[in-house]
């Protein structure tokens, strides 16, 4: 089993794209990019979906295996990966964890709740150069963490 690197590039800034596809090659680690068709990847493991909404988070759970890593800003697709033992972080460099998803899918079920009520909520900060930085040191964290840890024999 290798360990592929796994990105949701609907929507994946590209300085974290590029930081996957740097990390990638420095540590020989296939990544992975999965987009509809609307979007013009350049990857040399680029998977194509079509536009229907969950296409893409399905593509992705297909591809995942066991220590696999997968970058996404989708939370219930980040539950969904965790639950094959899959490691998943946001653009922003938060890694998503299996004691703390249940709280943030509730999350966003209330502001969901809130919005189809009338309310507002509010939008994603402006990404920042620091998002940056705490990106690539959390991917490259979490890919040294998997690769000094031996797999389990089957």
């Known amino acids: 089993m290798v360990m592929k690197i796994i990105v949701d590039a609907d929507a994946c800034p590209k300085d974290v794209l ?3 596809m740097n990390l990638g090659r420095q540590y020989s680690i296939q990544v992975w990019t999965v987009a509809s068709f609307n979007h013009n990847i350049e990857s040399n493991h680029h998977v194509t979906v079509g536009s ?3 296409e893409a988070d399905l593509k992705m759970i297909n591809l995942a295996e066991k220590r696999d890593i997968a970058v996404t800003q989708d939370w219930g697709l980040a539950a969904l990966l965790l ?3 899959v ?3 946001n653009p922003s460099g938060k890694e998503y964890r299996p004691e703390t998803i249940d709280f943030m899918l509730e999350e966003r079920e209330a502001k969901a709740k809130h919005r189809r009520s009338g ?3 509010k939008g994603p900060k402006k990404r920042t ?3 940056n930085k705490k990106f690539s040191e959390q991917l490259e964290l979490i890919i040294r963490e998997e690769l000094s840890d031996p797999p389990e024999p089957a």
């Open 119 to 121: 309310g507002r909520t």
């Open 83 to 85: 639950g094959k033992n």
């Open 18 to 20: 590029k930081t996957c």
């Open 52 to 54: 229907d909404a969950e």
């Open 87 to 89: 490691r998943s972080l």
């Open 129 to 131: 150069e620091s998002d």
